[in-house]
């Protein structure tokens, strides 16, 4: 068995485009919920998003690329050259039957198949792009990963809503710990703001309707949240393990320990209000990484800023730690990024390991008046210096999918 340590990461966010903008954002509280631009939502009883803001793809990626491909993969592939960059990985002499990619997405090219079907309906089935069924399919982003950069190992799309891509960190993490592979590309892409989700999203009564103040709009676990903030984005680990980092000298951000994954097998878009299926997948990551409660210093939570998710994660987290619960900074991203949804747990990962390198926890923003349902600490408005060792990071999706990833501080002299 092979440790597992991750060794470059990219980002594209309503925070911003790039790791250290997103990471330099999140200590600040910065927040990226706005007015949604890309179409006009005004007949929506929500209209407000996390966008990303200056997306230029040209630095990054083809011409042809951009032109053939929904934005989620165009995201994918984009946060994965930055990753490739930041890993300082030789593509060359790289063992490309040993290196694979798993990637994932809750809805794939959403947009792509709202905007083709107006195409057959106002203008006939001949005008429908070529390109629609490579554009729309969610295993798109991993094959046209390893095709730029020629990795043949293990290759699929992950699809779990909201967990999408925390199980394809997990099931990376099992591929090179199992030495199976030596390297994994792994993460999640969503490029979701279109008409058609929003409608679907709206009606779904899923959404906060906070349109003055769209700033204001994710308040994880305080009172008066309303509803998630619907984003899009993507993010991007590289995976490898620990003896192939050390020999070519690589950067370490931190080790994986531990996966964990279970269903509530209850409601299709509600969490289950017991508790338990959640807290097995906080359990079975904590197992897995041979982790005991005492030792786990943070969490970042799936915090969705739901009346209904919020109250349930923060049963789940004391029935996993009893009392120590109240001891352990919470705290949510989505308050400042929003839902990034089947992307949010590769984005979420990437805040844990920069937590853990820097020694600080992000603030949970627009937090004003306390639940009494929702009573631990969630890091309220301003990050935290503080020394953590051990994070865990919670996805729970619709479905009833859950997956809790465990990572560990590495130190210089391992």
Same mark, same amino acid.
């Given at each position: 068995?092979?440790?597992?340590?991750?060794?470059?990461?990219?980002?594209?966010?309503?925070?911003?485009?790039?790791?250290?903008?997103?990471?330099?954002?999140?200590?600040?509280?910065?927040?990226?919920?706005?007015?949604?631009?890309?179409?006009?939502?005004?007949?929506?009883?929500?209209?407000?998003?996390?966008?990303?803001?200056?997306?230029?793809?040209?630095?990054?990626?083809?011409?042809?690329?951009?032109?053939?491909?929904? !934005?989620?993969?165009? =995201?994918?592939? $984009?946060s994965t050259a930055e990753a490739i960059?930041?890993?300082?990985?030789?593509?060359?002499?790289?063992?490309?039957?040993?290196?694979?990619v798993i990637y994932a997405s809750g809805?794939?090219?959403?947009?792509?198949?709202?905007? @083709?079907?107006?195409?057959?309906?106002?203008?006939?089935?001949?005008?429908?792009?070529?390109?629609?069924?490579?554009?729309?399919?969610?295993?798109?982003?991993?094959?046209?990963?390893?095709?730029?950069?020629?990795?043949?190992?293990?290759?699929?799309?992950?699809?779990?809503?909201? #967990?999408?891509?925390?199980?394809?960190?997990? &099931?990376?993490?099992?591929?090179?710990?199992?030495?199976?592979?030596?390297?994994?590309?792994?993460?999640?892409? @969503?490029?979701?703001?279109?008409?058609?989700?929003?409608?679907? !999203?709206?009606?779904?009564?899923?959404?906060?309707? *906070?349109?003055?103040?769209?700033?204001?709009?994710? *308040?994880?676990?305080?009172?008066?949240?309303?509803? !998630?903030?619907?984003?899009?984005?993507?993010?991007?680990?590289?995976?490898?393990?620990?003896?192939?980092?050390?020999?070519?000298?690589?950067?370490?951000?931190?080790?994986?320990?531990? $996966?964990?994954?279970?269903?509530?097998?209850?409601?299709?878009?509600?969490?289950?209000?017991?508790? @338990? /299926?959640?807290?097995?997948?906080?359990?079975?990551?904590?197992?897995?990484?041979?982790?005991?409660? &005492?030792?786990?210093? =943070?969490?970042?939570?799936?915090?969705?800023?739901?009346?209904?998710?919020?109250?349930?994660?923060?049963?789940?987290?004391?029935?996993?730690?009893?009392? *120590?619960? $109240?001891?352990?900074?919470?705290?949510? #991203?989505?308050?400042?990024?929003?839902?990034?949804?089947?992307?949010?747990?590769?984005?979420?990962?990437?805040?844990?390991?920069?937590?853990? *390198?820097?020694?600080?926890?992000?603030?949970?923003?627009?937090?004003?008046?306390?639940?009494?349902?929702?009573?631990?600490?969630?890091? /309220?408005? @301003?990050?935290?210096?503080?020394?953590?060792?051990?994070?865990?990071s919670n996805s729970f999706g619709f479905?009833?999918?859950?997956?809790?990833?465990?990572?560990?501080?590495?130190?210089?002299?391992?």
């Amino acid at each position: 068995m092979h440790r597992v340590v991750i060794t470059g990461v990219g980002i594209v966010s309503p925070v911003g485009i790039g790791a250290q903008e997103f990471w330099k954002a999140l200590k600040n509280g910065k927040n990226g919920i706005s007015k949604i631009t890309k179409f006009d939502p005004s007949n929506f009883k929500t209209q407000i998003a996390g966008e990303v803001k200056d997306f230029e793809p040209s630095k990054r990626l083809e011409a042809k690329e951009i032109r053939r491909f929904d !934005f989620f993969t165009l =995201y994918a592939m $984009y946060s994965t050259a930055e990753a490739i960059e930041d890993s300082g990985l030789d593509l060359e002499s790289l063992d490309k039957n040993k290196a694979g990619v798993i990637y994932a997405s809750g809805i794939g090219g959403e947009n792509t198949w709202e905007n @083709e079907h107006t195409k057959l309906l106002e203008r006939g089935p001949g005008k429908v792009s070529p390109f629609f069924i490579p554009a729309l399919i969610i295993n798109m982003a991993a094959g046209m990963i390893a095709m730029k950069f020629d990795f043949r190992g293990v290759n699929y799309g992950v699809v779990s809503a909201c #967990s999408s891509s925390g199980h394809a960190i997990g &099931e990376a993490f099992r591929k090179v710990r199992s030495g199976e592979m030596d390297i994994m590309i792994a993460g999640g892409s @969503e490029a979701p703001l279109g008409p058609l989700a929003l409608a679907g !999203f709206c009606a779904a009564r899923s959404l906060s309707k *906070r349109n003055d103040e769209p700033e204001r709009a994710s *308040r994880p676990f305080e009172k008066d949240r309303d509803g !998630f903030v619907m984003s899009e984005g993507s993010g991007t680990l590289i995976l490898e393990n620990l003896e192939s980092a050390k020999k070519r000298g690589a950067t370490i951000y931190g080790e994986v320990v531990g $996966y964990g994954a279970s269903n509530d097998a209850f409601h299709i878009t509600a969490p289950n209000e017991t508790g @338990e /299926p959640q807290a097995m997948a906080m359990q079975g990551a904590m197992k897995d990484g041979n982790i005991k409660k &005492e030792k786990v210093d =943070y969490i970042n939570a799936h915090g969705t800023s739901t009346i209904l998710n919020d109250k349930v994660e923060t049963k789940v987290i004391k029935k996993v730690f009893g009392d *120590r619960a $109240y001891k352990i900074n919470i705290s949510s #991203s989505k308050s400042m990024t929003g839902h990034l949804l089947g992307a949010t747990s590769a984005v979420e990962a990437i805040a844990c390991l920069f937590s853990l *390198r820097e020694g600080i926890i992000t603030p949970t923003i627009n937090y004003e008046t306390p639940d009494e349902e929702c009573d631990l600490n969630y890091t /309220p408005n @301003e990050a935290v210096k503080k020394n953590i060792n051990v994070a865990l990071s919670n996805s729970f999706g619709f479905g009833g999918h859950n997956v809790t990833l465990a990572f560990k501080k590495y130190g210089e002299s391992e």
